[in-house]
């Protein structure tokens, strides 16, 4: 069984910043890739950022604001979330890619409003 668990949602001004983490556990086969991406009410999941070997891509709305990375600890990644807006209002979900297949967090929810 994988466990993938977020952390660090909230509410933020905009203009403001948030830190998401993401734990992957459990029998983790051949890891690919681990991302993050958001859902917001009415809109379709869409790819925030993703990072893989040697590889890291971004949502264009999201470039030179929002930077992923991997934690020292196994399995681990982060999104640092600066110059916030409303529209980045979301649910932000984390997903790993990894031999054995995709597992997805339950989500976080990230509020940007005044």
């Known amino acids: 069984q994988v466990q993938v668990v977020e952390s660090g949602g909230g509410l933020a001004q905009p203009g403001g910043s948030l830190r998401l983490s993401c734990a992957a556990s459990?029998?983790?086969?051949?890891?690919?890739?681990m991302g993050w991406y958001r859902q917001a009410p009415g809109k379709q999941r869409e790819l925030v950022a993703i990072?893989?070997?040697?590889?890291?891509n971004y949502a264009d709305s999201v470039k030179g604001r929002f930077t992923i990375s991997t934690g020292n600890a196994k399995n681990t990644v982060y999104l640092q979330m600066n110059s916030l807006t409303p529209e980045d209002t979301a649910v932000y979900l984390c997903?790993?890619?990894?031999?054995?297949?995709?597992?997805w967090g339950q989500g976080t929810q990230v509020t940007v409003s005044s």
């Open positions: 997903r790993i890619v990894a031999g054995t297949g995709n597992y």
């Open positions: 459990g029998s983790i086969v051949n890891l690919a890739a």
């Open positions: 990072i893989g070997t040697g590889t890291i």
